[in-house]
């Protein structure tokens, strides 16, 4: 019969590709029989093979911020490469993309993002393990290399202070120069302008460059040409190449900041005060027509020598004073109480008589009294206090945080403003609405509110606003609490209505739904 043997090769080390013959002999009954085994082994796929970059440097990142870097794996075998993981030592590093485990096709190629987002400055190290079903390695280990750094805080403006005044006499020399300091309280260079608002006013240099020392720049007047009265004008330093720096917006933004500079020219000595035609105007609205127990604004020239307002040392007692440095008003052949004097203007409490329709308002000085000017003087005369930023059409009014009401950036940024919203009860302020109970002591400090004794109606954008109080609450000063009413984005007029006068015309506020 015929019997089957069963022969297993075997070679350590595994045989390469190729042909092998092997002799076989077999002794049976003591006859050898001799024979021949061919065996064939064929190529096989070869092993998978990782190859990766040992070094990954990611360079400098600031704190906050991340950076992503790719990093090319190869699988340099012959057969599928699997990849299982990719592990960091250090959380700042980290696989992005793709998702693990993926694999790579024979001599395939893949493209793996790293993200180093540093939580610390300095230099940061790491490593990150790829582990695959490499036969020879299981796993390759990349380095992973950056540095932390700290954010770099914008430059800022700093300004050594926020108002400058200066005081000639008209005809004389150009008052002395001054100076204040342009530094950077923020990071980086601050590269800046500075640009004055008048023609009279000038500063030097007009730009600069500051990492913190300061600049100092020097603000100069000429009053050659300038009549005598008080002049108003501003030095702005701002940020080179910001783009939005006029409108102050913007958080990049450095600046702009302004100083505010008043230049005073007082007349030449021993002339005698003169009010300017049509000079006597309500105190709030600037419009004709004054009452008793209202603010009266006064306007002309050598009204005074000195320019200040009402101190403590002034009042005698609870009394407001009728005169400063020898100046006073008369109306209706009263003392008037004096809060504000200077060469062009005299800002004045109207006395509380009686007297209503033409009434002579005249100005005494050191130096002489002025010709009396007719004034109208009715029982109400209502006005409301208004902002002076663009021409005075906005209202003088705030929240009840205390916080001012108007648009967004109303003051070029130099005081936060916001507009009301629909609902909100706000305050207005404003003058000459007339009696109140109790009534306002004549001549004194308040120190005690009083209602209207006149019911007042107060409308904005032309619809009823429901009024909280309305009353004194200081020396000719009205306060008025109102509620919004449900009205569209956007600046309404306000007009108050008591005693069948009415408050002035085109006087705004901007509302905003929140």
Do not use: C
């Not at 024979?35 to 070094?55: F, K, M, R």
């Not at 440095?325 to 062009?344: E, F, L």
């Not at 003087?377 to 409301?384: H, I």
């Not at 007339?434 to 109606?457: F, K, W």
């Amino acid at each position: 019969g015929n019997e089957i043997i069963a022969i297993t090769p075997s070679s350590t080390p595994p045989l390469q590709a190729g042909t092998y013959y092997m002799a076989l002999g077999l002794r049976s009954l003591g006859t050898a029989v001799a024979g021949t085994i061919v065996a064939t082994v064929s190529p096989g796929a070869a092993s998978p093979a990782i190859s990766a970059p040992l070094t990954l440097d990611f360079g400098m990142v600031t704190l906050g911020q991340s950076k992503d870097l790719g990093l090319t794996i190869s699988n340099t075998g012959g057969s599928a490469l699997a990849v299982a993981s990719v592990a960091s030592s250090n959380a700042q590093f980290r696989l992005v993309s793709p998702s693990t485990p993926f694999s790579l096709p024979p001599s395939g190629t893949q493209a793996l993002s790293i993200r180093f987002q540093p939580t610390a400055a300095g230099t940061q190290t790491g490593t990150l393990t790829l582990a695959s079903n490499d036969p020879v390695r299981s796993s390759v280990n990349v380095t992973v290399t950056g540095s932390g750094q700290a954010a770099t805080a914008p430059p800022a403006i700093a300004i050594s202070t926020a108002s400058l005044n200066f005081t000639a006499q008209a005809g004389g020399s150009n008052p002395a120069t001054q100076t204040f300091t342009v530094r950077n309280s923020g990071g980086g260079t601050l590269n800046f302008q500075v640009n004055a608002t008048q023609v009279w006013l000038s500063a030097s240099p007009t730009q600069g460059s500051s990492a913190g020392s300061g600049v100092t720049i020097t603000a100069s007047v000429t009053i050659s040409g300038l009549a005598p009265g008080s002049y108003n004008g501003e030095i702005r330093v701002v940020q080179s190449g910001s783009a939005l720096s006029e409108q102050g917006a913007g958080p990049a933004q450095a600046g702009p900041v302004a100083i505010a500079v008043l230049l005073t020219v007082s007349a030449t000595p021993g002339v005698t005060p003169v009010i300017s035609q049509a000079g006597v105007v309500h105190g709030a609205s600037f419009q004709p027509g004054i009452a008793s127990g209202s603010w009266v604004t006064i306007l002309g020239v050598n009204l005074a020598a000195t320019m200040r307002t009402w101190r403590d040392s002034d009042f005698i007692g609870n009394r407001l004073p009728t005169q400063l440095d020898g100046v006073s008003v008369n109306i209706n052949g009263k003392p008037a109480y004096v809060y504000y004097i200077s060469p062009t203007q005299i800002n004045v409490l109207a006395p509380g008589d009686g007297g209503e329709g033409s009434v002579a308002v005249e100005v005494v000085t050191p130096r002489g009294r002025s010709a009396s000017v007719a004034v109208q003087k009715q029982r109400f005369a209502p006005g409301f206090f208004m902002f002076d930023s663009e021409g005075r059409k906005y209202l003088a009014a705030v929240h009840t945080d205390g916080t001012l009401l108007g648009k967004p950036n109303l003051f070029q940024g130099a005081v936060a403003t916001r507009p009301a919203n629909p609902g909100e009860v706000i305050l207005l302020f404003g003058t000459g609405f007339g009696p109140t109970d109790p009534a306002t002591p004549e001549g004194e400090i308040v120190r005690q509110a009083g209602r209207l004794t006149t019911p007042v109606i107060v409308r904005i954008g032309n619809v009823f606003a429901d009024v909280a109080f309305a009353g004194v609450v200081g020396a000719g000063l009205y306060q008025f609490n109102v509620t919004v009413p449900n009205l569209p984005d956007g600046d309404q007029a306000v007009v108050a209505e008591i005693g069948g006068s009415r408050s002035q015309a085109n006087a705004l506020i901007t509302v905003q739904s929140q």
